[in-house]
């Protein structure tokens, strides 16, 4: 007899169906309405060693014949590093993804991976995706409900590709500038991480964890990773217990409390103690404590630093309590180290057990028994419009505005001819910064999105709007929009010891300065950076963080259609001096106060406020040359606005300001004619 291909598919369907109803669910673990724990529980006890230590490695997508090792060592997990993509389009996220789920269903007891990428600002590796701005941006909204908003989105676009978890969000602390790594988190208060912590874990997760259009969070890293001396990456944070609590903890606490499913720990060391293998902090303070029921992954090779000797590194680690971990190179080494450590007795089964079961705990709970394929259905959603809108009232409100002097913003949508000045005006990579497309990120046309000029000229129309990258123009600008800021960078490679302007921004700067027109300076950059005199020169001054693709959100408030709303999520510092600096430090005298930003509105109301704002670079000690070429009146208040001393300037001289006490003052001169300028510094 010959059977047509349908017939036998016909058979065989019929077959496996009459197999699933006779049986619905041959074990407990398959059964989707059992509770996860009897899952669990029932699964765990299927398991030998093998599988068990399988369940706690995680490799990278790149490991050399990754499918087969997925079947063959029972790996739990995969992830992709920054930069590091199956060619870039969603069918090749999706193809590949599902090719690995085959290779875990091809084990014994058919346990699927869970993939973890970094979606920190969007889904930033995968080409198209909206990028949203990094953290640091997001912290100066103030906008919980927004930092939701944009964590969903985005795991919808995570979903797009296929994948199923994120390293995210960075619940860091950052308190010093100049760490490499301080844009990827909201801010230097316990009060904003623990604010967005919880509201990026339940954008991310949604309320229950298994819906197919949110993903797994990982809050990290655990824990300190932003209080490190002298900001230095992967450094060591000395602080007491109450300071690590007060400080570095909160955020923690919240995204527990949000049901976070993994925490990642950090590289950094705690009074001279690595985390990786901290069992008080990661058992007894996050397991035990505060109750945290999900699993604890270890950071890129962290643990290596522990020994020298890895074997002796996956003991201590695993004793301190991470559960899986996450091995790019070795994975095969931790396998066979850490199934001999058990056979010897170092590594408690109980140990063992405790892990592999936080961690099928989470892959029930995310459906990925009954779900671990990927489809197509949300591709569309990837980069989607409704997304980028979003990603544009994200860029819009964490804009702060440091200055405007003369009413130079808002800027008139129709009359005039605007010079758009510096080269990163029109750079995408440089927008978006690090862990954008690449690990370190990069310049140029990287992906998608809508460029700071784009978003200018849109507005304006072709006509009346020059480019120029190095600020000189021949033709006739009435003023000019300079963008200026860092180059993109991740992790160690951003630590610099005095961030500021490079001398190429700085001449573009002095090249519009030649024109004579009024101009407003947008900063690109991770941090707050030293500003000398580049905020007392320009008429007005925005800091734009790393806002990502969608640049018309800088054009809504530049040209009116919506104030300033930006908050600072930092202490801005006069120089470096100064760092770390945070709010709530003895003494304090930054050049902006965490909190500080301006509106368009609020016209010289309170007088710290005032739009006129200009900041005296340098500490002064006995004679502010402050030089007016009119007589005058000379004000000083102290922050909360008491007036305290009060004379009269001659033309032309200097004043002497000897007679403050040390601190920060704002200058109030009224000129004999009426003009005022006010001037903020801090007398040494
Ligand atoms: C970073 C983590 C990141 C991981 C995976 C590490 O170097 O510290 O934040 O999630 O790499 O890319
Ligand atoms: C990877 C990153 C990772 C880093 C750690 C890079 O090669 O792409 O994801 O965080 O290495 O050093």
Same mark, same amino acid.
């Given at each position: 007899?010959?059977?047509?291909?349908?017939?036998?598919?016909?058979?065989?369907?019929?077959?496996?169906?009459?197999?699933?109803?006779?049986?619905?669910?041959?074990?407990? #673990?398959?059964?989707?309405?059992?509770?996860?724990?009897?899952?669990?529980?029932?699964?765990?006890?299927?398991?030998?060693?093998?599988?068990?230590?399988?369940?706690?490695?995680?490799?990278?997508?790149?490991?050399?014949?990754?499918?087969?090792?997925?079947?063959?060592?029972?790996?739990?997990?995969?992830?992709?590093?920054?930069?590091?993509?199956?060619?870039?389009?969603?069918?090749?996220?999706?193809?590949?993804?599902?090719?690995?789920?085959?290779?875990?269903?091809?084990?014994?007891?058919?346990?699927?991976?869970?993939?973890?990428?970094?979606?920190?600002?969007?889904?930033?590796?995968?080409?198209?995706?909206?990028?949203?701005?990094?953290?640091?941006?997001?912290?100066?909204?103030?906008?919980?409900?927004?930092?939701?908003?944009?964590?969903?989105?985005? /795991?919808?676009?995570?979903?797009?590709?296929?994948?199923?978890?994120?390293?995210?969000?960075?619940?860091?602390?950052?308190?010093?500038?100049?760490?490499?790594?301080? %844009?990827?988190?909201?801010?230097?208060?316990?009060?904003?991480?623990?604010?967005?912590?919880?509201?990026?874990?339940?954008?991310?997760?949604?309320?229950?964890?298994?819906?197919?259009?949110?993903?797994?969070?990982?809050?990290?890293?655990?824990?300190?990773?932003?209080?490190?001396?002298?900001?230095?990456?992967?450094?060591?944070?000395?602080?007491?217990?109450?300071?690590?609590?007060?400080?570095?903890?909160?955020?923690?606490?919240?995204?527990?409390?949000?049901?976070?499913?993994?925490?990642?720990?950090?590289?950094?060391?705690?009074?001279?103690?690595?985390?990786?293998?901290?069992?008080?902090?990661?058992?007894?303070?996050?397991?035990?404590?505060?109750?945290?029921?999900?699993?604890?992954?270890?950071?890129?090779?962290?643990?290596?630093?522990? @020994?020298?000797?890895?074997?002796?590194?996956?003991?201590?680690?695993?004793?301190?309590?991470?559960?899986? #971990?996450?091995?790019?190179?070795?994975?095969?080494?931790?396998?066979?180290?850490?199934?001999?450590?058990?056979?010897?007795?170092?590594?408690?089964?109980?140990?063992?057990?405790?892990?592999?079961?936080?961690?099928? /705990?989470?892959?029930?709970?995310?459906?990925?028994?009954?779900?671990?394929?990927?489809?197509?259905?949300?591709?569309?959603?990837?980069?989607?419009?409704?997304?980028?809108?979003?990603?544009?009232?994200?860029?819009?409100?964490?804009?702060?505005?440091?200055?405007?002097?003369?009413?130079?913003?808002?800027?008139?949508?129709?009359?005039?001819?605007?010079?758009?000045?510096?080269?990163?005006?029109? =750079?995408?990579?440089?927008?978006?910064?690090?862990?954008?497309?690449?690990?370190?990120?990069?310049?140029?046309?990287?992906?998608?999105?809508?460029?700071?000029?784009?978003?200018?000229?849109?507005?304006?129309? @072709?006509?009346?709007?020059?480019?120029?990258?190095?600020?000189?123009?021949?033709?006739?600008?009435?003023?000019?929009?300079?963008?200026?800021?860092?180059?993109?960078?991740?992790?160690?490679?951003?630590?610099?010891?005095?961030?500021?302007?490079? @001398?190429?921004?700085?001449?573009?700067?002095?090249?519009?300065?030649?024109?004579?027109?009024?101009?407003?300076?947008?900063?690109?950059?991770?941090?707050?950076?030293?500003?000398?005199?580049?905020?007392? =020169?320009?008429?007005?001054?925005?800091?734009?963080?790393?806002?990502?693709?969608?640049?018309?959100?800088?054009?809504?408030?530049?040209?009116?259609? %919506?104030?300033?709303?930006?908050?600072?999520?930092?202490?801005?510092?006069?120089?470096?001096?100064?760092?770390?600096?945070?709010?709530?430090?003895?003494?304090?005298?930054?050049?902006?106060?965490?909190?500080?930003?301006?509106?368009?509105?609020?016209?010289?109301?309170?007088?710290?406020?005032?739009?006129?704002?200009?900041?005296?670079?340098?500490?002064?000690?006995?004679?502010?040359?402050?030089?007016? =070429?009119?007589?005058?009146?000379?004000?000083?208040?102290?922050?909360?606005?008491?007036?305290?001393?009060?004379?009269?300037?001659? /033309?032309?001289?200097?004043?002497?300001? @000897?007679?403050?006490?040390?601190?920060? %003052?704002?200058?109030?001169?009224?000129?004999?004619?009426?003009?005022?300028?006010?001037?903020?510094?801090?007398?040494?």
């Amino acid at each position: 007899m010959k059977l047509s291909i349908t017939t036998l598919i016909f058979f065989s369907c019929t077959l496996a169906l009459l197999c699933q109803s006779e049986q619905a669910f041959p074990q407990v #673990y398959l059964d989707p309405k059992a509770t996860v724990e009897d899952r669990v529980n029932d699964l765990l006890s299927q398991m030998n060693l093998d599988e068990k230590i399988g369940q706690m490695v995680q490799t990278e997508r790149s490991f050399s014949n990754v499918n087969m090792a997925i079947t063959q060592y029972f790996l739990g997990s995969i992830l992709s590093g920054g930069g590091s993509v199956p060619g870039n389009t969603p069918q090749s996220w999706i193809t590949m993804y599902n090719s690995m789920q085959t290779a875990a269903l091809a084990t014994r007891l058919k346990i699927p991976i869970i993939y973890g990428i970094d979606a920190v600002h969007g889904n930033n590796n995968v080409y198209g995706a909206t990028i949203f701005p990094h953290n640091i941006g997001m912290g100066c909204t103030r906008d919980s409900v927004l930092v939701t908003k944009c964590a969903s989105a985005t /795991a919808m676009e995570v979903r797009a590709v296929g994948l199923n978890w994120t390293f995210s969000p960075c619940i860091a602390d950052v308190r010093d500038i100049r760490w490499g790594r301080s %844009y990827e988190g909201f801010g230097e208060t316990p009060e904003l991480q623990k604010m967005m912590a919880f509201a990026a874990v339940k954008g991310y997760q949604g309320d229950s964890l298994g819906t197919s259009d949110h993903i797994l969070a990982c809050a990290k890293h655990f824990v300190g990773d932003g209080g490190t001396q002298n900001g230095i990456n992967q450094g060591n944070t000395v602080v007491t217990e109450a300071d690590m609590r007060r400080i570095h903890l909160p955020g923690y606490i919240r995204a527990i409390q949000a049901g976070v499913g993994s925490v990642m720990i950090s590289f950094n060391s705690w009074n001279g103690v690595y985390c990786h293998g901290n069992k008080y902090l990661i058992t007894d303070v996050l397991k035990n404590e505060l109750e945290f029921k999900g699993f604890t992954v270890s950071d890129w090779e962290g643990i290596k630093y522990l @020994s020298g000797d890895f074997k002796t590194a996956i003991n201590i680690a695993v004793n301190a309590g991470i559960d899986m #971990y996450m091995e790019p190179s070795r994975p095969l080494d931790f396998i066979n180290y850490l199934k001999q450590l058990v056979n010897e007795g170092s590594v408690p089964q109980s140990r063992i057990d405790d892990a592999v079961k936080r961690i099928l /705990a989470v892959k029930f709970r995310l459906n990925l028994f009954e779900k671990p394929y990927a489809t197509n259905a949300l591709v569309d959603s990837l980069g989607a419009k409704s997304h980028r809108t979003l990603a544009r009232q994200a860029v819009r409100e964490s804009l702060v505005l440091l200055k405007n002097s003369g009413g130079m913003l808002p800027l008139s949508k129709s009359s005039g001819t605007i010079l758009v000045a510096g080269q990163k005006a029109k =750079d995408i990579g440089s927008q978006c910064g690090g862990w954008t497309i690449t690990w370190q990120g990069g310049t140029g046309a990287i992906t998608k999105g809508t460029t700071i000029f784009d978003a200018i000229q849109n507005v304006r129309g @072709s006509g009346n709007v020059i480019y120029s990258a190095n600020g000189v123009s021949t033709g006739k600008p009435d003023l000019a929009v300079v963008v200026v800021g860092e180059t993109p960078y991740a992790e160690g490679g951003g630590d610099n010891p005095n961030p500021q302007l490079s @001398s190429g921004d700085l001449s573009v700067i002095a090249n519009v300065q030649k024109l004579k027109i009024p101009y407003v300076v947008l900063l690109i950059s991770g941090r707050p950076i030293i500003l000398n005199n580049v905020i007392t =020169d320009a008429n007005a001054f925005v800091a734009c963080w790393l806002p990502g693709t969608e640049a018309s959100g800088i054009s809504d408030v530049l040209f009116g259609d %919506y104030d300033f709303k930006g908050k600072l999520s930092h202490t801005w510092p006069i120089s470096i001096s100064q760092e770390p600096i945070n709010w709530g430090d003895i003494p304090y005298q930054p050049l902006f106060e965490y909190g500080f930003g301006l509106t368009i509105k609020e016209t010289g109301v309170p007088i710290m406020k005032s739009p006129g704002l200009s900041v005296y670079p340098n500490p002064v000690k006995d004679f502010l040359s402050f030089l007016s =070429d009119n007589e005058g009146v000379a004000e000083f208040y102290n922050l909360i606005g008491e007036l305290k001393i009060r004379e009269n300037v001659q /033309a032309q001289s200097k004043i002497n300001v @000897s007679k403050l006490s040390t601190g920060i %003052y704002i200058l109030k001169f009224t000129s004999n004619s009426g003009q005022i300028q006010i001037t903020k510094f801090v007398k040494d």
